[in-house]
């Protein structure tokens, strides 16, 4: 995508199914890391400040994830890494408050 895409699932079970999906998909696919429009140098950073380590190699690929168990430090560098076009897949589940 040209632009950043957010896919809403139902529950946060689904949430971990559609991103592992996703990074199966990119793993096969010649450029996994379509989606990540920031060096890894420049994401670091960011990086660095999760607490979910399943999330930081999410975030490596382009791919974020926001659900309701997620800590809000964490629901605030994903926002903001997918407003400012650095990740350009979040998948959020249903129910979750910021």
Known sequence: PT????????SRRQ??????????HCGADSNPDRFL???????QPHLD????KGL????KH???YYREALDKQDKRIVESLLQSGAIQV???SK???P
């Open 3 to 10: 632009k950043p895409v957010i896919v809403f699932v139902p």
């Open 15 to 24: 949430c971990q199914l559609t991103v592992d999906d996703l990074l199966i």
């Open 37 to 43: 429009n920031i060096k890894e140098a420049d994401l």
């Open 49 to 52: 400040h999760i607490s979910d």
């Open 56 to 59: 930081v190699e999410c975030l």
């Open 62 to 64: 382009g791919i974020g």
């Open 90 to 92: 979040l998948v959020a």
């Open 95 to 97: 129910v979750c408050n």
